[in-house]
């Protein structure tokens, strides 16, 4: 059982929408910085969204991701065939005092 | 350009020990905190442990408490992680992660080293 909870899975077409939902508590979302890496198949994770909103150089601004509160969500526009991944949400828990992530999301573009 | 390159993965009985090593390069290793983070075979990622900038702060997963320990050797910018009493649920894929900002900001990430516990 994962700390910050996610959907399993999400979809959607080529070229359309789709946001992957976050949901922690007071002691990591609604106390810190939220991340997210994405994850292509056989390869390690690669952070796509840092500090909730900011992207790392190289990542396209079809990538975005907001906070509020103890939920945070990413946000992934124009969507193409090389976006399926496992995308995860991750950030600091005070009172575990450990790192923590979500289950993760598998995204599949139809 | 920063390189986090993990090895010492490998088959090892339950009850045995492994010491995974991370040779980082391309970045001034001693002002980052370290981390190890796992994976095991079609499962999430898992936080193992964090290592400060100057040693001076250590933390572990509830699960590796007092079984593994993370370290690291300015001199060889590297990153070891020493597992004891290995048990099956520790099979997984090592990642060696470097904090790049507060709130794990995990921006670099080695390739990950494979380790099994199996009889």
């Known amino acids: 059982q994962s700390v910050l909870t996610q959907p399993p899975s999400v979809s959607a077409a080529p070229g359309q929408r789709v946001t992957i939902s976050c949901s922690g508590s007071n002691s990591n979302i609604g106390k810190f910085h939220v991340s997210w890496y994405q994850q292509l198949p056989g390869t390690a994770p690669k952070l796509l969204i840092y500090d909730n909103n900011e992207r790392p150089s190289g990542i396209p601004d079809r990538f975005s991701g907001s906070k509020s509160g103890t939920s945070a969500t990413l946000g992934i526009t124009g969507l193409q065939t090389g976006d399926e991944a496992d995308y995860y949400c991750?950030?600091?828990?005070?009172?575990?005092?450990?790192?923590?992530f979500g289950g993760g999301t598998k995204l599949t573009v139809l | 350009q920063v390189q986090l390159v993990e090895s010492g993965g490998g088959v090892v009985q339950p009850g045995r020990s492994l010491r995974l090593s991370c040779a980082a390069s391309?970045?001034?290793?001693?002002?980052?905190?370290m981390h190890w983070v796992r994976q095991a075979p079609g499962e999430g990622l898992d936080w193992v442990a964090v290592?400060?900038?100057?040693?001076?702060?250590?933390h572990y997963g509830d699960s590796v408490e007092g079984r593994f320990t993370i370290s690291r050797d300015i001199s060889k910018t590297t990153l070891y992680l020493e597992m004891n009493s290995l048990r099956a649920d520790d099979t997984a894929v090592y990642y060696c992660?470097?904090?790049?900002?507060?709130?794990?900001?995990?921006?670099?990430w080695g390739q990950g080293t494979l380790v099994t516990v199996s009889s």
């Open positions: 290592i400060s900038r100057d040693e001076s702060y250590v």
């Open positions: 991750g950030t600091w828990d005070d009172s575990l005092s450990a790192g923590v």
């Open positions: 391309g970045f001034s290793f001693t002002s980052y905190a």
């Open positions: 992660v470097r904090e790049g900002g507060a709130g794990c900001r995990f921006d670099n």
